[in-house]
């Protein structure tokens, strides 16, 4: 069998606990997945965490932003979210929506299509808010056009963060080799601040910018091609959806240009 990534160097920077689908989907195709976390997400430790997911009915809506949102309320709730039929929840994407099934959670909202803020803005239901009272789990130091817009709109709305973003402390060399070689043959990132972190955790040791911005660079949306753009990547492209095997799909695309 014709394997299309027989001996092609991926580097796969998702954090640790969310690459190993990925990677195993890369290895199927004879890839080789270069493991190279440049995110590493931590719980936040805050005791209106708590409070607030105990006290959900206080809100109409409830929107998670991430898999990870979902995940890291669970931990800090002892494994549960508990929820009122008073209370709609809202997912930004697929992933999303998964973990909160998973979690026992109804999704009362996700977008059709596209899987951002942007796309959960545009959703009928969130055009007429005025008055509504509205809590956003994400992590530290997020995204703000979500909160912005529905305050615009009339909302009263509060962030529980439940996790953080920090650099991993990892060992860069084997990867600067393969830099250094010309063997890494595309890059996948799924968030800006995993880009940005790859720049300083390569791309400033030895002045490697460069070198990174000659390799083909998969994203998972828009709002990154231009960061990267900025960057001074040039070879850019975004995948159809976040999801792995779309992000597969991206990559076979860059290497075999059909």
Partial sequence: MNKVLSGVHVLVT?????AEKLSRLIEEQGGIAVRFPTLDIVPRDDDDIIFNLRNLDRFQWVIFVSANAVNF?????????????????AAVGQSTAQAMKMAGLPVDLMPENGYNSEA?????????VEGQNFL??????????LATTLRSR????????????IIPRIDSSPVMELLKQHRLNVITVTSAEA???LSLMLGEKNNNNKLLSLIPLVVVSDRIRYIAA???????????SPIDTAILETVITCVTGE
């Fill in 73 to 89: 309320a669970l931990k800090a709730n002892s494994g549960k979210i508990g929820h009122t039929e008073s209370v709609r929840f």
């Fill in 230 to 240: 900025d960057m001074g990547f040039n070879r850019i492209t975004v995948t159809d």
């Fill in 154 to 165: 009339g909302a009263a709305v509060n962030y529980l963060e439940v996790y953080k973003r």
């Fill in 136 to 145: 956003i789990v994400r992590g530290e130091g997020g995204r703000e056009q």
């Fill in 14 to 18: 998702r954090p640790e606990h969310q």
């Fill in 195 to 197: 880009l940005q972190n």
């Fill in 120 to 128: 959960l803005l545009a959703m009928p239901q969130l055009q007429q």
